[in-house]
């Protein structure tokens, strides 16, 4: 089974600001099955980059993903006040298939 | 625009079995194009996927819950359900019924969520 870890678990920054997530896993992950979801408060996830690099459908281009193998990143180009939730990556296997999340990594405000 | 909306007892007794059902309004589960499936979460696991469904009736599960789940689909209402048997304190979470592509170039991610139902097992 391959795990998935966040860094850092919480970020700390101010708005307008640029955020970098990271996204680690175990084993390496095909490019086409990583994902990233933000989570406000009291909402479910939000799918926002699929395929490691790909925006989801209305996702704005401050968002951006990147990777490769075992080390992906999410990158935010300048927060906006409602970035500010928790985010989660994902992987995909398909022998068998299954799904499996990191812990998330929480953006707060500084 | 398609919706998922899960419904669930709220409460239910340690040993027992816990029951969901997700109805899809604005698309049809008998699709070749999406898995539809089961996520919850908890404080102490976060973000834990269940199972899903495919048109077929093809089922997959998280090794980790297998023995105690089943997840079904009811074309006939657009629905696809949840069971899960011999439930204690750790199956206390938000579940989510969400929605999974299963084309060779979108599959692997969930891209229509529910929003989520408390479920509760405590006596």
């Known amino acids: 089974e391959i795990v998935l870890t966040q860094s850092p678990g919480t970020l700390s920054l101010s708005p307008g600001e640029r955020a970098t997530l990271s996204c680690r896993a175990s084993q390496s992950v095909s490019s086409s099955f990583l994902a990233w979801y933000q989570q406000r408060p009291g909402q479910a996830p939000r799918l926002l980059i699929y395929g490691a690099s790909t925006r989801a459908t209305g996702i704005p281009d401050r968002f951006s993903g990147s990777g490769s193998g075992t080390d992906f990143t999410l990158t935010i180009s300048g927060l906006e006040p409602e970035d500010f939730a928790v985010y989660y990556c994902q992987q995909y296997d398909t022998s068998p298939p299954s799904l499996t999340f990191g812990p998330g990594t929480i953006v707060d405000i500084k | 625009q398609l919706r998922l909306q899960e419904s669930a007892p709220g409460l239910v007794k340690p040993s027992e079995t816990l029951s969901l059902t997700c109805t899809v309004s604005g698309g049809s589960v008998r699709s070749s194009h999406f898995y539809w499936g089961w996520i919850r979460q908890t404080p102490g696991k976060g973000l834990e996927w269940i199972g899903n469904v495919y048109y077929t009736s093809s089922v997959y599960y998280n090794p980790s819950l297998k023995s105690r789940v089943t997840v079904a689909m009811d074309t006939s209402k657009n629905q696809i359900s949840l069971t899960l048997s011999s439930v204690t304190a750790a199956d206390t979470a938000v579940y989510y019924c969400?929605?999974?592509?299963?084309?060779?170039?979108?599959?692997?991610?969930?891209?229509?969520w529910g929003r989520g139902t408390t479920v509760i097992v405590s006596s």
């Open positions: 969400a929605r999974q592509g299963a084309q060779p170039d979108a599959r692997g991610f969930l891209d229509v």
